[in-house]
């Protein structure tokens, strides 16, 4: 039986869930691991939104509560959040519009082609410090508000309390999955960017006594900035939705070491896994964060964190749009 949130919160349904969890046999054969479970949130099934769908449905549903008519989303060109908030914003009514670090990029693709197609207003900082949106986007707000509109400020990644309610809603979804296949895997493995993602399925695992630990590849952050934000925002989550716990530091777990050449720059290691991951199983990992979650998995067999004989399930977080993006 699937365990319920002891908080209900106000939430603007999205996407297409559950989502599917299955075996990925040969790709487990190909890396050394027993048995990989791949919980295919690439398949929410709103805007092509990944892990986003489950925390907007959570941040639409608090803008709607609090009568906001605007949404401004906070990131960078080819965030997948934004995208996913810009249409959200859209199927829920609300006006969408970005901001985002740098220049107009000449050519529009990848996540931008979606943030076009949904008309969205997107606002370029000009600026190439990623730093300056927060500042400009709080600049917006205050215009808006004093032109009589009601703003509500998605920032980067979704990640706060109220959005990661979403992965705390998924591990509990996760956990009748994995009771129905008799599953006790050791591991969870995920991509961890704006760390929202991983902070509710800490805060979810904690709640419900979950069998895996969940240890996040870091895709952007250093450990330093990292560590203390996952603490954070999980805590901030579960005290949100009153599950009665405390995270402590040995919840945290993340890995450094598979960012490569930078945020948003392919790894020679996380293109050696989307070929991999593509091969063996059909699945289309993106160069950002879920082909980079997958180096980290095989990182993990190979220095004997994760153990041959382990299982583990890997949350694929989506972000099939960078794909096929050039700019970044
Ligand atoms: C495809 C994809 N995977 C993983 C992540 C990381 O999630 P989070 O930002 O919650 O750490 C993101 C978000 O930026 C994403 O777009």
Redesign the pocket.
């Known amino acids: 039986m699937r365990r319920a949130l002891p908080v209900e919160l106000p939430r603007f349904r999205l996407g297409q869930l559950p989502t599917p969890l299955h075996d990925a046999p040969r790709l487990a054969r190909a890396i050394g691991v027993a048995r990989i479970l791949v919980k295919r949130d690439d398949l929410t099934g709103f805007a092509g939104g990944?892990?986003?769908v489950r925390?907007m449905e959570f941040l639409l549903g608090d803008a709607l509560a609090g009568g906001a008519d605007t949404i401004i989303a906070v990131g960078g060109p080819q965030?997948?959040?934004v995208r996913t908030a810009l249409v959200a914003a859209r199927a829920a009514g609300l006006d969408p519009i970005a901001v985002m670090y740098g220049d107009p990029p000449a050519e529009r693709d990848g996540n931008l082609v979606l943030d076009d197609l949904a008309g969205a207003r997107l606002v370029f900082t000009g600026q190439a410090d990623r730093a300056s949106m927060e500042p400009a986007a709080e600049a917006l707000a205050a215009d808006l508000r004093a032109a009589g509109k009601r703003p509500y400020v998605i920032p980067r990644?979704?990640?706060t309390a109220v959005g990661d309610a979403g992965y705390v809603d998924a591990s509990a979804e996760l956990a009748e999955q994995l009771d129905s296949l008799g599953a006790a895997p050791a591991h969870l493995v995920?991509?961890?960017?704006?760390?929202?993602?991983?902070a509710g399925l800490i805060a979810g695992a904690a709640w419900l006594g979950a069998p895996y630990d969940v240890r996040?590849i870091l895709?952007s952050r250093p450990r330093e900035e990292a560590v203390p934000r996952l603490l954070e925002l999980a805590q901030a989550t579960a005290d949100l939705l009153r599950l009665g716990i405390t995270i402590g530091p040995e919840d945290v777990r993340v890995e450094e070491g598979f960012l490569g050449p930078g945020f948003g720059i392919a790894s020679p290691e996380g293109a050696a896994a989307q070929r991999l991951a593509l091969a063996s199983e059909g699945l289309v990992l993106?160069p950002?964060?879920?082909a980079k979650?997958m180096a980290g998995v095989i990182g993990l067999i190979n220095d004997g964190t994760i153990r041959p004989d382990a299982s583990l399930v890997f949350v694929h977080?989506?972000?099939e749009p960078a794909v096929y993006a050039r700019s970044h």
């Open positions: 990944g892990n986003k925390k965030s997948n959040a990644g979704g990640a995920v991509a961890t960017g704006s760390c929202g993602t991983q996040g895709v993106d950002t964060y879920t979650a977080t989506g972000g």
